[in-house]
DNA sequence: CTAGGTGCCTGATTGC
DNA sequence: TGCAATCAGGCACCTA
């Protein structure tokens, strides 16, 4: 599932590919993938030029031109949401459901399995609106002191990690990966975190991200990552628990890391090596 | 403020 | 064997 960084992988690719690029023609096949009138969008996006491509949390924004006007889309790629450039000639992708083509004989597709994902057209107030809404992101405005003070709150950890208003970017993976990296139970409240273990865990958190971002993202057996051209990424060979129930802790403690249920997620980790409080 | 439930989807898994 | 029921999962949205 793309998480902050391979959501970040997806936009340093689509930035280079469409800067400058003009949206010559869309064909939608599943208008309840696009928020909104999907007529609007396609209307709206023809014809406007692509001037580039950012991200905050784990939405990519693509910021448009036309007419003098300047506007955006925003894409959430949820759980299987994928965008591939392709040839036009190129053979339906699986779960192919928005074509957009960028000219060039070139095509930006819009796939996803479970169509949880979706593209909506906002403008740039509205879209203001919506970034206000995600909390700071790792190895960017989150600060160890920012870390300390959202954890001041009676709720299990991983489910704070994963609140995209405290803290944005960090999903499932991710944040399983730190709380093993910081030996730290995922049921454990919050607020009964020492000082240093707030500190370890920003720490993990920093390393496990940076970890993501360096391997070009996380491509687990389910194949819910790939890259825009669609490649894997090399993350997954240093997952520590992640899908990794029964198998031995990688810390040659001699347990097994055990799956539970955290706010409704699958959560995965070592009772020995975080022990429950 | 937080917790809990539902809905969106479909492939994989489980149940009978 | 075959088909039906169940379920995961990010997030919005609603109710308590």
């Known amino acids: 599932m793309p998480e902050l960084p391979e959501v970040e992988t997806v936009r340093a690719d689509l930035n280079k590919e469409l800067a400058g690029q003009t949206v010559k023609g869309i064909k939608v096949d599943k208008p309840n993938l696009i928020k909104g009138s999907h007529l609007d969008f396609i209307k709206e996006l023809t014809g406007a030029k692509f001037t580039g491509v950012r991200r905050q949390a784990k939405l990519l924004i693509f910021d448009l031109t036309k007419d003098g006007r300047d506007f955006h889309v925003v894409a959430h790629l949820k759980m299987t949401g994928r965008f591939l450039l392709r040839e036009q000639s190129d053979q339906p992708d699986n779960y192919q459901h928005i074509t957009i083509d960028i000219g060039g004989g070139k095509e930006l597709r819009f796939c996803d399995l479970r169509q949880f994902g979706y593209l909506a057209i906002t403008s740039k ?118 899908e990794r129930t029964g198998q031995p802790c990688l810390n040659n403690c001699g347990d097994k890391i055990k799956k539970i249920m955290v706010g409704g997620r699958g959560t995965y980790f070592c009772p020995s090596c975080q022990p429950q409080l």
């Open 125 to 242: 107030e509205d879209l203001a609106k919506i970034l206000a809404g995600y909390g700071p992101e790792p190895l960017k405005d989150l600060t160890v002191e920012k870390f300390e003070e959202a954890l001041k709150r009676k709720l299990a950890i991983k489910k704070l990690l994963l609140d995209q208003a405290v803290f944005s970017g960090i999903g499932n993976i991710y944040a399983n990966e730190a709380l093993f990296e910081a030996k730290i139970q995922p049921e454990r409240l919050a607020n009964t975190l020492s000082i240093k273990e707030a500190s370890d865990l920003f720490q993990a958190i920093s390393k496990v991200i940076t970890s993501g971002l360096t391997n070009r993202g996380t491509t687990t057996k389910d194949d819910s990552f790939k890259d825009i051209y669609n490649r894997a990424g090399s993350n997954a060979k240093y997952l520590r628990v992640y």
